[in-house]
T-cell receptor
């Protein structure tokens, strides 16, 4: 299966700053990557679908100007949380899938102070 | 749109006890069904999946799940749990084919006491 690497695994930032999270597909060319957010004791919620070479598709209620997604190559997608606020603190997970199953990064714990 | 319900939020068992975690989904069409496990500090790993065929599927580490179409259910089972099974378990579905995002249940935290 595909190996997905996410970086950083943990990040603490100040309110108002921006944070970039990288998601790399190490052995699989991913034209599509998915970004999820996991709230404490809750499920993973799909935020957006990242499309290589084109604009991301955002789920309803997700602010595209706040969560900037760039998918410039078949192996890298980035999620930038802009002007972060404490309510953006969460666990962010990226995923790639082939036609059979999904493979997940190890996640990024973002804490905004 | 599909949705997934996991009714057991936190389960505590002793080693060697049997496990069954419930998962129900709502979607009128054909779905693909998955169970993922997340061990503490690790990423999500696939336990098993169902696409078609035999509704009783066997996964890794002795887990199995049964797809009951009439009940829209895909419950996870293991006859005898071990302390190392302590983890968070997520049921997920996607619809159709191809590279589609998953809809997850809220997860079940399993704690196995030695």
């Amino acid at each position: 299966g595909a190996v997905v690497s996410q970086h950083p695994s943990r990040v603490i930032c100040k309110s108002g700053t921006s944070v970039k999270i990288e998601c790399r597909s190490l052995d699989f060319q991913a034209t599509t990557m998915f970004w999820y957010r996991q709230f404490p004791k809750k499920s993973l919620m799909l935020m957006a679908t990242s499309n290589e070479g084109s604009k991301a598709t955002y789920e309803q209620g997700v602010e595209k100007d706040k969560f900037l997604i760039n998918h410039a190559s078949l192996t890298l997608s980035t999620l930038t949380v802009t002007s972060a606020h404490p309510e953006d603190s969460s666990f962010y997970i990226c995923s790639v899938s082939d036609s059979l199953e999904a493979f997940f990064g190890q996640g990024t714990r973002l804490t905004v102070v | 749109a599909q949705s997934v319900s996991q009714h057991n939020h936190h389960v505590i068992l002793s080693e060697a006890a049997s496990l069954e975690l419930g998962c129900n989904y709502s979607y009128g069409g054909t779905v693909n069904l998955f169970w993922y496990v997340q061990y503490p500090g690790q990423h999500l790993q696939l336990l098993l999946k169902y696409f078609s065929g035999d509704p009783l599927v066997k996964g890794i580490k002795g887990f199995e799940a049964e797809f009951i179409k009439s009940k829209f259910s895909f419950n996870l089972r293991k006859p005898s749990v071990q302390w190392s099974d302590t983890a968070e378990y997520f049921c997920a579905v996607n619809a159709g084919t191809g590279r589609r995002a998953l809809t997850f249940g809220s997860g079940t935290r399993l704690q196995v006491q030695p």
